[in-house]
C-alpha cells in the first residue's frame, strides 16, 4: 500500500485549517507583464523626447521672433484652420486649394487638434515629433539585425543627428516631415517581413505628398526581389496609381494642372530631357556636375561613412529621390539645408544597417598571432564618429559650427508688430507683410501684401501675374506692412493708399484700415 499524497497547496483549494479557502489570485495588471526598460531604450526615449522639445521650443522662437512667413507656414495654418471650421480650404495665401497645392492629406490629422487649442504649435510640435520618431525604426531594425541595442542606439543617433533631419525641422512646415517616421517604419516591415506594419506605413506615406511614389516604388521594387513578388508588384503599381489619382484627378479638378512644378525638369521638361538624353548625354552629365550637385551628394551620404556600400540595396531605395534632387532646377532641392532631403534619410540609416548586419568578426594573423577582429563593432564606431563629425560640419547643432538662426521672441521687429496686431479684428479681410500673415493666418480671408491688389506668388493662372483681383481688393478692410519697404512695394502701396486711413503706427509698422466711401484708384 503506498503513502497517502500530501495535499498540493497550489492546486487545492483548502490550505490551513480546515474548511479555510485559498481565493484565485486576481490577474494581474498587463503593465506588470511588460518588461522594465533596458538601457539604451531609456536612451532612445530620452533622445527622441528631448529631440521633440528642443526643435519646437526653436521653431516656436523663430516664428514668434517674426521668422516664418507665408510659404510654407501661414498658408498651412489657414488650411488646416478652415477645415477644423468645415469650410472649403481655399487658401487665400497662395490662391489655390490646399489639396490643389500638394495632396497632403495627412494634415486631415491634425484638423481636430483646432477645434482644441488653435495655433502654430500644433504644426511645429507635430513636424519635431513625426522627425524625432524617425529615429525608433532604425532602432528596431538595429536591434533586430545586429542583436545589440547599444549598436542598434548608434544607428538611431545617425539618423537624428543627421544635417538633413534638423534642417527640415527648422525651415518653416512642411507635411514631408512625416515621412521621417513612415517611411522609417514601411522599411522596418518589409525588412522583417511585418507586413501589417508594412501596409499601414506605405498607405500614410503615399498620404504625405503625391511624389512620394518616388521612394515607395523603389521600396516595392526591393519587396519584389527580395521578400515577397505579390507584395512588392502590388506596391508598384498601387502607389503609382495613387500618383495618378492624386496628380491627374484631385489636383488638376483644384488647379487646373497636374502638378506646377514641371518647370523644374531641366531641358525644356520631360520631353526635352528624353531628347538630350539620347541626343547629347554630355549635356546631361554636365548638368548633374554644375552648381554643387556633387556636393550635395556627398553631404547626404557622407555621415553614413558610406558604409552602405557594403550591401547596397536597402540604401538603394533613396537612390531615385536623390537623383531627381539633383536633376532639378530648383535650387532648392540639392541644398542639404531645406526638406526635399528627408526623404533620402530613412532608406540610408535603415540601409547603412542592413549592411553592417552583412559584416562578420574575422581573424587577423599579426606576427603569427591570430588576433580577433571585431568588424560590426569597427563599423558601429566609425559610423559614429561620421556622423558626429558631420553634425557638427553641416548640422543646425548647439554643438556645430553652421550658424542657424535661433529667434528672439523680443526682437524690436516682433514686439512692434505685436503691438498693432491687436489692432486688426479677428474676421477682417487683410492684407500683411510676409512676416505677419503667419500671425493672422485664422480667418477666412487673407492675402500676402501686394496681393490682391497686384498678383504676385498667386494661384495656379501664371498669366494674372501683375494684375489686380478686383473683387477680392475690393474685400480688403486692413492693411498692415512695414513703414520702409523696397520701391516695387511702396510703388504698390502708394497706387491704392488713398482709400486707406491709418489708424495705428509705430516705428517698425503700420496699419490701415479701408474707407468705405473711397473707392480703389484705378
Given at each position: 500500500?503506498?503513502?497517502?499524497?500530501a495535499p498540493d497547496?497550489?492546486?487545492?483549494e483548502?490550505?490551513?485549517?480546515p474548511?479555510e479557502?485559498?481565493?484565485?489570485?486576481?490577474?494581474?495588471?498587463?503593465?506588470h507583464?511588460i518588461?522594465?526598460?533596458?538601457a539604451?531604450q531609456v536612451?532612445?526615449?530620452?533622445?527622441?523626447?528631448?529631440?521633440?522639445?528642443?526643435?519646437?521650443a526653436?521653431?516656436?522662437?523663430i516664428?514668434?521672433?517674426?521668422?516664418t512667413s507665408?510659404?510654407?507656414?501661414?498658408?498651412?495654418?489657414q488650411g488646416m484652420?478652415?477645415?477644423s471650421r468645415?469650410?472649403?480650404?481655399?487658401?487665400t495665401?497662395?490662391?489655390?486649394?490646399?489639396f490643389g497645392?500638394?495632396?497632403?492629406?495627412?494634415?486631415?490629422?491634425?484638423?481636430?487638434?483646432?477645434?482644441?487649442?488653435?495655433?502654430?504649435w500644433i504644426?511645429?510640435?507635430a513636424?519635431?515629433?513625426?522627425i524625432?520618431?524617425?529615429a525608433?525604426?532604425v532602432f528596431?531594425?538595429?536591434?533586430?539585425?545586429?542583436?545589440?541595442?547599444?549598436?542598434?542606439l548608434i544607428?538611431?543617433?545617425?539618423?537624428l543627428?543627421?544635417?538633413?533631419?534638423?534642417w527640415?525641422?527648422l525651415e518653416?512646415?512642411?507635411p514631408?516631415?512625416?515621412?521621417?517616421v513612415?517611411?522609417g517604419?514601411?522599411i522596418?516591415?518589409?525588412?522583417?517581413?511585418?507586413w501589417?506594419?508594412y501596409?499601414?506605413?506605405?498607405?500614410l506615406?503615399?498620404?504625405?505628398?503625391?511624389d512620394?511614389s518616388?521612394?515607395?516604388?523603389?521600396l516595392g521594387i526591393?519587396?519584389?526581389?527580395?521578400?515577397?513578388?505579390?507584395?512588392?508588384?502590388?506596391?508598384?503599381f498601387?502607389?503609382?496609381?495613387?500618383?495618378?489619382?492624386a496628380?491627374l484627378?484631385?489636383?488638376?479638378?483644384?488647379?487646373?494642372v497636374?502638378?506646377r512644378n514641371g518647370?523644374?525638369?531641366?531641358?525644356g521638361g520631360?520631353?526635352?530631357?528624353?531628347?538630350?538624353?539620347?541626343?547629347?548625354?554630355?549635356?546631361?552629365?554636365?548638368?548633374?556636375?554644375g552648381?554643387?550637385?556633387?556636393w550635395?551628394?556627398?553631404?547626404?551620404?557622407?555621415?553614413?561613412?558610406?558604409?552602405?556600400?557594403?550591401?547596397?540595396?536597402?540604401?538603394?531605395i533613396?537612390a531615385?529621390?536623390?537623383?531627381?534632387?539633383?536633376l532639378?532646377?530648383?535650387?532648392?532641392q540639392?541644398?542639404i539645408?531645406?526638406?526635399?532631403?528627408?526623404?533620402?534619410?530613412?532608406?540610408?540609416?535603415i540601409?547603412?544597417?542592413?549592411?553592417?548586419?552583412?559584416?562578420?568578426?574575422?581573424?587577423?594573423?599579426?606576427r603569427?598571432?591570430?588576433?580577433p577582429?571585431?568588424?560590426?563593432?569597427?563599423?558601429?564606431?566609425?559610423l559614429g564618429?561620421?556622423?558626429?563629425v558631420?553634425?557638427?560640419?553641416?548640422?543646425?547643432?548647439?554643438?556645430g559650427r553652421?550658424?542657424?538662426?535661433?529667434?528672439?521672441?523680443?526682437n524690436?521687429?516682433?514686439?512692434?508688430?505685436?503691438?498693432?496686431?491687436?489692432?486688426?479684428?479677428?474676421d477682417?479681410v487683410?492684407?500683411?507683410?510676409?512676416?505677419?500673415?503667419?500671425?493672422l493666418?485664422?480667418?477666412?480671408?487673407?492675402?500676402?501684401?501686394?496681393v490682391?491688389?497686384?498678383?504676385?506668388?498667386?494661384?495656379?493662372?501664371?498669366?494674372?501675374?501683375?494684375?489686380r483681383?478686383?473683387e477680392?481688393?475690393d474685400?480688403v478692410?486692413?492693411?498692415?506692412i512695414?513703414?520702409?519697404?523696397d520701391?516695387?512695394?511702396?510703388?504698390?502701396?502708394?497706387?491704392?493708399?488713398?482709400?486707406?486711413?491709418e489708424v495705428?503706427?509705430?516705428?517698425?509698422?503700420?496699419?490701415?484700415?479701408?474707407?468705405?466711401?473711397?473707392?480703389?484708384?484705378d
Amino acid at each position: 500500500m503506498s503513502a497517502p499524497t500530501a495535499p498540493d497547496p497550489i492546486a487545492d483549494e483548502t490550505v490551513g485549517a480546515p474548511g479555510e479557502t485559498l481565493e484565485e489570485a486576481p490577474p494581474r495588471p498587463f503593465w506588470h507583464r511588460i518588461p522594465p526598460p533596458s538601457a539604451p531604450q531609456v536612451f532612445l526615449a530620452g533622445a527622441v523626447i528631448a529631440w521633440t522639445w528642443y526643435f519646437t521650443a526653436r521653431s516656436l522662437d523663430i516664428h514668434h521672433a517674426l521668422g516664418t512667413s507665408s510659404y510654407d507656414s501661414a498658408l498651412y495654418d489657414q488650411g488646416m484652420w478652415l477645415l477644423s471650421r468645415f469650410d472649403v480650404p481655399f487658401v487665400t495665401l497662395m490662391g489655390r486649394n490646399l489639396f490643389g497645392d500638394h495632396t497632403s492629406f495627412v494634415l486631415l490629422g491634425l484638423v481636430p487638434l483646432y477645434w482644441i487649442a488653435p495655433g502654430a504649435w500644433i504644426m511645429f510640435t507635430a513636424q519635431s515629433a513625426a522627425i524625432a520618431a524617425g529615429a525608433v525604426p532604425v532602432f528596431l531594425y538595429g536591434r533586430a539585425r545586429l542583436g545589440s541595442e547599444w549598436f542598434a542606439l548608434i544607428g538611431a543617433g545617425t539618423y537624428l543627428l543627421h544635417p538633413a533631419v534638423g534642417w527640415t525641422n527648422l525651415e518653416n512646415f512642411h507635411p514631408d516631415s512625416f515621412l521621417g517616421v513612415f517611411l522609417g517604419f514601411a522599411i522596418y516591415g518589409a525588412l522583417e517581413r511585418r507586413w501589417r506594419i508594412y501596409a499601414v506605413f506605405v498607405v500614410l506615406s503615399l498620404l504625405v505628398k503625391e511624389d512620394v511614389s518616388l521612394v515607395i516604388v523603389p521600396l516595392g521594387i526591393w519587396v519584389a526581389l527580395r521578400r515577397d513578388r505579390r507584395i512588392g508588384l502590388l506596391t508598384v503599381f498601387g502607389s503609382i496609381a495613387f500618383m495618378a489619382v492624386a496628380m491627374l484627378l484631385v489636383m488638376r479638378s483644384l488647379i487646373g494642372v497636374p502638378t506646377r512644378n514641371g518647370w523644374r525638369i531641366p531641358f525644356g521638361g520631360p520631353r526635352g530631357l528624353v531628347e538630350t538624353t539620347v541626343t547629347d548625354p554630355a549635356a546631361l552629365v554636365r548638368h548633374l556636375r554644375g552648381d554643387g550637385r556633387p556636393w550635395y551628394l556627398v553631404q547626404m551620404t557622407a555621415p553614413f561613412a558610406w558604409l552602405f556600400v557594403r550591401l547596397p540595396d536597402v540604401a538603394m531605395i533613396s537612390a531615385l529621390v536623390l537623383f531627381t534632387n539633383i536633376l532639378s532646377t530648383f535650387w532648392y532641392q540639392y541644398q542639404i539645408d531645406y526638406h526635399y532631403s528627408l526623404v533620402a534619410v530613412p532608406a540610408l540609416a535603415i540601409g547603412t544597417v542592413y549592411a553592417i548586419g552583412a559584416m562578420s568578426d574575422h581573424v587577423m594573423s599579426v606576427r603569427g598571432r591570430r588576433l580577433p577582429v571585431p568588424t560590426r563593432g569597427l563599423a558601429m564606431s566609425t559610423l559614429g564618429v561620421a556622423s558626429l563629425v558631420a553634425a557638427f560640419l553641416w548640422a543646425p547643432s548647439p554643438l556645430g559650427r553652421t550658424d542657424s538662426w535661433y529667434g528672439d521672441r523680443d526682437n524690436v521687429y516682433a514686439v512692434a508688430a505685436r503691438e498693432l496686431l491687436d489692432r486688426i479684428p479677428a474676421d477682417a479681410v487683410v492684407s500683411a507683410n510676409y512676416r505677419l500673415t503667419p500671425h493672422l493666418a485664422h480667418r477666412a480671408e487673407i492675402y500676402q501684401f501686394p496681393v490682391p491688389f497686384r498678383v504676385s506668388l498667386y494661384g495656379p493662372d501664371t498669366s494674372l501675374e501683375g494684375s489686380r483681383l478686383d473683387e477680392r481688393s475690393d474685400r480688403v478692410e486692413y492693411v498692415m506692412i512695414p513703414v520702409d519697404q523696397d520701391a516695387q512695394l511702396t510703388a504698390d502701396w502708394l497706387a491704392i493708399a488713398d482709400a486707406f486711413d491709418e489708424v495705428a503706427r509705430n516705428e517698425i509698422w503700420i496699419v490701415y484700415e479701408r474707407d468705405p466711401d473711397v473707392e480703389l484708384p484705378d
